[in-house]
């Protein structure tokens, strides 16, 4: 028995969205209401209604552990090997534990709201043009805001704005 494998690369770039996140202001302070505009760009550049999940975070937990989620682009797109199998796909079994349902550390949370704002579903219209309004948490000098989005059909993108005072560029 001869097999072969060849690989066909197909270009997924028109298939991304560019997600633009703007503050209306330069500067804000813990407590301060924040309006963010949201835009979303097909790849010719021109806007595209999408929805987008928005979560703004404390950028200090980015210290502590940066984002695990690999970017929406490579996670739908990206390469992935050739994982064919003649038996059997997935021989592991899970079954939980103990320490699944523990809330250790909970209560070193409560001083500090680590999120200050989060939506699975911020819209933007036939122009791409969305927006919204939170208030920073009283202990929040540092934030990240991070969209993540996709279409009705098959485009997904993501884009993130580092809050001022974090020292960091977008």
Known sequence: LVTSVLPVFVSPQNRFIKVELENAERQYRPGDKVKMAVRTKGADGKGISASVGLAVVDEAVFL???????????????KRPNRTRLSYSF???????????SSDG???????????FFSAHVETDESG???????????????RATGVASDKGDRVGQGRLLGPGSGLRP
Request: no cysteine; net charge positive; hydrophobic share 35%.
């Open 91 to 101: 021989p592991q079994i899970f079954t939980g534990g103990a320490a699944k349902d």
């Open 106 to 116: 909970e209560a070193d949370r409560t001083k500090f709201r680590d999120t200050a």
């Open 64 to 78: 502590v552990q940066d984002r695990l989620a690999p970017s929406i682009e490579k996670f739908f797109y990206g």
């Open 129 to 143: 043009k969305g927006s919204v309004e939170l208030v920073l948490p009283g202990n929040m000098k540092t934030w």
